[in-house]
């Protein structure tokens, strides 16, 4: 049950029109060298699923430059113009959900939850086709759950059990990303040995994690 | 951490600053709301908590962290205490009124507390990012912008005719020319203060909304 | 702002009828000083909100005994006797909850949620009187948000601005109480100068804990 | 590490452990169920899930240690590469289905996989505790029990009189005398082995349940 394997193993992995989550905000924990394979994979009509698509160069932005992207559901997509224009031009169908929504969908998607009850959005445009509800005088959106056919991790350090910390701020989206898709693989910087990390500090439980690549020295 | 007197900015950002009370968690938009803090004063201290995941935001001193940056993707400093936490818990912390104060700018603002910033239909579609949640969750909602557009149009208004960010959830506007409170339930715009050297009248012509004058406004 | 008050200036804070959100699993991680200190107080007509009544003489065990509560919502009183007895006899309402649902239900009180929707429970008792919910074919309960008055959390350090770690498997339900309360009160074993926490590892952050009570040396 | 091979309560846990794969993640009701982990052959390694907030439950070893304690609040040991967390992140995991395996008692069960272990009403109300998130969640519920009550009543019934802990969920029930396993939207009990020395009779007189038998069960 080795989980560590090399970059080159993690193509096999990618398939035209599968879902992908992806950790990071602006690009920061967004795990580059995944993003590359897929690039490299020629996988496409993706559907992405985090933040934001960072800036072109950046994070998952080359993705969308190049492409790649047939369905975007992100919170925010305006450091990267292309995204913006593909979706204007209609090439790009994009979903925008508030960021804490999103958050709160992913983690509904990993904890087997219907979804949640969320003032966030009442009142305005997000509430397009979703059930509404009302306690005490008071509305929500039913926000439902997203899951992925594959999570892209961007660890600080991880044990070979997959047990993961991850980097300051780094952290974003990855911890949520990781319990709600059916293959997890990250990227770590560095790994260690089962035991190192502190077992009140880690994130990310290995039993969620299937595959590990080290981009720092083994 | 030159406070240049004439730019309006800076007028907005230290009336803003004023808002604010010593122990505050505070959530800055990204632009104009970042210059508050140079405006407090020392006895002051609040907490920046910042949306992609931390408590403790502070100014990048020397050179930047790994991960250690702010939710424009900047580098940035953590104060001593902060804490990393991961995006749902941010959004706990936001959502479930722990943040006390969210400082935003407005593309437009209206005398029921409603506020659009997130997107121009066909324009500009950047998308709310957190803006909703902090609109929402935020104990006090305070915007602060400059008060017209940069070609001399409304931008507090009767009503936003832009799609709205968060339905009757602001509780003050902060511009270069006044100081409004908004009544919770009584709908309805309070001009509260002048800002130095600005007529009553000259905020009624760059102003669109209806709004009353507070018994304490220095006019 | 000095968030450290001695265990006597806990008491002026318990009303009879409040609700009492506290940490703790088979009383471990129940704060036992501030237990006590609510006991003292002579405070009654509670109403508790924990994951279990622990045993006569630990956790909030003694609370049960002395009948200072009268309604108490939790998953689990079998190891307390004298729960069960007050129960059947009429003498104290007891609102039962599965152990998951409890923890979405506090998260959702301090996440600013309507509610969480789960499977656990369809199609038993605990459906009662609850939202149903249907999407894609599977029923879900709408389970609603609980927040309490005061919430009672243990700690094995706190940091003098309220950053908080916890100890082991005590940890559970803390973190979630210390979130959804209108005062958290803590009791740690241990004060730090600020700074001293890893913030990688901080599980609580200071900005929600009000007052702290330190236990051991300071 | 001892098994009597005659104590019922052995001869299920053995049989179950013949259930789990290597890296299972498994969680384990109080009471036989924490007996399995002695009888796994040593090239199974599993991972126990502990409700109370850890992954990586292992036997006391030594003094015990603060804070470190099973569901059961008794002290505990833990694996390296054990992981803490709260009681919201310990029930994603068991709602989420990240536990593969759920192994339990019951006071009831039935030919729809229902499963009754949490209450009489009236006499006995223990309360549900992490039963109902374990028994919806896990990807595969097995029911470790006696097959009969102490007076030999039967426990296997064709419908569950006793409130239930979740619906249709049970996979296999492992018994003294006997394993079943319960077709998913088939409905129905299939009997699958017989027990060393135990006769299809036995099974039948001390089963009110309808079952039928698998081709692959030896008679």
């Known amino acids: 049950m080795d989980k560590i394997i090399g970059i080159n193993e993690v193509v096999q992995h990618f398939k035209d029109g599968m879902t992908v989550l992806y950790g990071g905000f602006m690009g920061v924990g967004t795990p580059a060298g995944l993003v590359k394979c897929l690039l490299d994979s020629g996988a496409c009509k993706l559907t992405l699923v985090g933040n934001d698509t960072a800036f072109p160069d950046t994070g998952v932005g080359p ?3 190049k492409k790649r992207v047939g369905k975007l559901v992100t919170s925010h997509i305006g450091t990267n113009p292309e995204t913006g224009r593909q979706m204007i031009a209609g090439e790009l169908e994009v979903e925008l959900v508030p960021q804490g929504s999103l958050a709160e ?6 904890a087997g939850l219907g979804g949640v009850l969320t003032p966030t959005g009442v009142g305005t445009i997000v509430e397009e086709g979703k059930t509404k509800l009302c306690f005490d005088g008071k509305e929500y959106l039913v926000e439902r759950p997203i899951r992925g056919d594959i999570a892209l991790i961007k660890a600080r350090k991880a044990d070979r059990s997959g047990n993961l910390v991850y980097e300051r701020a780094a952290r974003n989206f990855n911890p949520l990303m990781a319990l709600a898709a059916d293959l997890v693989v990250v990227e770590a910087d560095e790994l260690v040995d089962v035991g190192e990390l502190d077992p009140e500090c880690i994130v990310t439980p290995g039993v969620v994690v299937h595959k590990i690549v080290v981009t720092g020295g083994l | 951490m030159s406070a240049k007197p004439m730019d309006p900015k800076h007028i907005i950002a230290a009336r803003v600053a004023r808002e604010l009370h010593d122990g505050d968690v505070v959530n800055l938009g990204i632009g104009l709301p970042t210059l508050v803090p140079n405006h407090l004063p020392p006895d002051i201290r609040i907490t920046l908590q910042s949306e992609n995941g931390f408590l403790g935001l502070a100014p990048l001193e020397g050179d930047p ?14 104060q001593a205490g902060g804490v990393f936490f991961d995006s749902a818990m941010s ?3 936001i959502r479930g009124g722990h943040v006390d104060v969210t400082v935003l700018g407005a593309l437009q603002v209206d005398q029921q507390g409603n506020l659009a910033n997130w997107m121009v239909p066909g324009k500009m579609v950047p998308g709310m990012g957190g803006a909703m949640d902090l609109v929402t969750g935020a104990r006090h909602v305070i915007v602060a912008m400059e008060h017209c557009t940069k070609d001399g149009g409304a931008k507090i208004l009767k009503q936003c005719n832009l799609p709205l960010t968060a339905k009757s959830r602001v509780n003050k506007i902060v511009t270069e020319l006044a100081v409004f409170r908004i009544d919770p339930g009584h709908g309805g715009l309070v001009l509260e203060e002048l800002q130095a050297g600005i007529s009553l009248d000259q905020v009624r012509r760059c102003t669109e909304a209806e709004f009353r004058i507070s018994p304490d406004c220095q006019l």
Chains 1, 3 share one sequence.
């Open chain 1, 105 to 110: 969908r992913v983690r509904c998607g990993g």
């Open chain 2, 65 to 78: 962290v790994p991960g250690l940056v702010n939710a424009g993707g900047q580098p940035c400093g953590m």
């Open chain 1, 63 to 65: 993705l969308i430059v």
């Open chain 2, 91 to 93: 959004f706990v912390l």
